[in-house]
């Protein structure tokens, strides 16, 4: 049943092959590709005839095309200026501001109420391409008769999880709350990454940034000037991505955080940040459809991306209509079983109420339990950046019948090993230090 509801929405999503910008990702081969193939491959991993070599490099596709979002065609036609529905999108962002703040609210409930009946990727987190992963460790292990195998793990000190806290600043008001967030923040020995809107939403002083960055605190760009458009056409996205990569020198930042969500992932090449925060993991609530069904980091180009794999507070307060933590905390245990990257985005914006600042407090309290209690690496942003790019250098060697790690920072990796426990594969991770050439 699900199969089939998958194969019907997968059809309807996906569009024709259409070439992509220089360096960006191809659409090649995606036509072949739906969520339906992939589960219907997980649920009878044997289904196939294939050699073991081509079902790997099946999968491996499979696990580019879902990171790069090319089975749903949400990249260039939807946000077309020509296509219909981009056309309401436009008209919506012009008449926007001549909306009371509940009727706008209503609008958005309607034009998402579809949304519990999308059925891939799975609500409330997609971990696809982890299954997939798993369906990868299962023949290797068995190729290797089943003997454990060696990996660098996927977090410093052989922390379990990973969580950043990222804040979207909207509007003046947003602004003028960082401080008061960063003071709640500080409390719980937490620090976070501001996204920073550089023209026209609000002025922003040097002193705020400085203030930003004092505190502990990273700040990125969270597009040019958020008005809806920034993907609009390639020629208004490149103009814009030189002005955004200006800003981002001048500021110091490495980060970007996309307006809205809104991307398209053939162009991300344009931008000359480290990182990007712009894809989430299912994007059910997002007026752009689509997700990366992943809860790790991973490359695009050069760029690394880390996913959202949470709800953001908007959705949560204004489409879901809950003010409680239980939908996050439900998120963070499937995360945190797949030792993920648990990423919010709570805006300055929206919880600067009584009740949502208490709301944001009582976060903070679990976030630093979590850290406390769990082993969560509580990291900025761009230190997570900064240890995948040193993981993506690492290498395992053997050294006197051990397995050692030698590259950039391997003194705070740990080897981990893969194994089949009752048909599941299970982890363990070496609690010492294995640096190469250390006696
Ligand atoms: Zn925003």
């Keep these: 049943m699900l199969l089939e509801r998958v194969r019907a929405t997968s059809k309807s999503q996906r569009g024709p092959a259409e070439p992509r910008a220089n360096g960006g990702p191809s659409r090649r081969n995606s036509s072949a590709f739906s ?123 052989g922390q379990s999880s990973c969580c950043i806290m990222t804040h979207d600043v909207e509007t003046a008001t947003g602004r003028d709350f960082c401080k008061t967030m960063m003071e709640m923040e500080r409390r719980h020995g937490i620090t976070s990454a501001f996204e920073v809107v550089p023209e026209e939403r609000y002025e922003v002083p040097e002193m705020y940034l400085q203030e930003l960055r004092d505190g502990g605190c990273e700040v990125c760009l969270h597009g040019l000037n958020h008005d809806g458009h920034l993907f609009s056409s390639e020629a208004v996205f490149l103009e814009r991505a030189q002005k955004i990569n200006a800003y981002a020198r001048s500021w110091g930042a490495v980060g970007f955080r996309s307006p809205v969500m809104y991307r398209n992932l053939a162009w991300l090449h344009a931008f000359q940040f480290s990182y990007d925060m712009s894809v989430p993991n299912v994007a059910h609530l997002d007026p752009q459809r689509g997700g990366c069904c992943t809860v790790m980091p991973y490359f695009i180009g050069d760029i690394l991306e880390l996913p959202l794999t949470t709800t953001q507070d908007y959705s949560l307060f204004h489409i879901l209509q809950q003010r409680s933590l239980d939908l996050w905390k439900q998120q963070v245990a499937m995360i945190r079983e797949r030792y993920g990257l648990i990423s919010f985005i709570v805006h300055p914006d929206y919880v600067n109420e009584k009740w949502s600042s208490d709301l944001y407090d009582a976060l903070l309290d679990y976030i630093a339990e979590l850290r406390a209690q769990h082993g969560v690496w509580m990291a900025l942003p761009k230190e997570v950046d900064a240890w995948w790019r040193a993981r993506r250098e690492m290498r395992l060697v053997q050294e006197h019948g051990d397995w050692r790690i030698s590259g950039p920072r391997s003194e705070q990796a740990r080897v981990a090993y893969a194994s089949l426990k009752e048909g599941r594969v299970v982890y363990r991770v070496e609690s010492s230090k294995a640096v190469a050439g250390v006696v």
Excluded: H
């Design 35 to 157: 969520p339906a193939k992939i589960l219907e491959a997980l649920e009878r991993p044997s289904y196939t005839a294939c050699e073991p070599v081509q079902r790997l490099s099946a999968f491996d596709e499979a696990i580019r095309i879902l990171r790069l979002e090319q089975y749903v065609d949400n990249t260039t036609s939807s946000i077309d200026p020509s296509a219909r529905q981009s056309l309401v999108r436009q008209i919506y962002y012009w008449l926007r501001p001549l909306f009371p703040v509940a009727f706008r609210k209503y609008l958005q409930r309607i034009a998402l109420r579809d949304w519990s009946s999308i059925p891939f990727p799975k609500w409330p987190v997609d971990f696809t391409t982890e299954r997939i992963m798993d369906e990868v460790w299962r023949q290797l292990l068995e190729s290797n008769g089943g003997e454990a195998l060696p990996f660098i793990w996927f977090w410093p000190e």
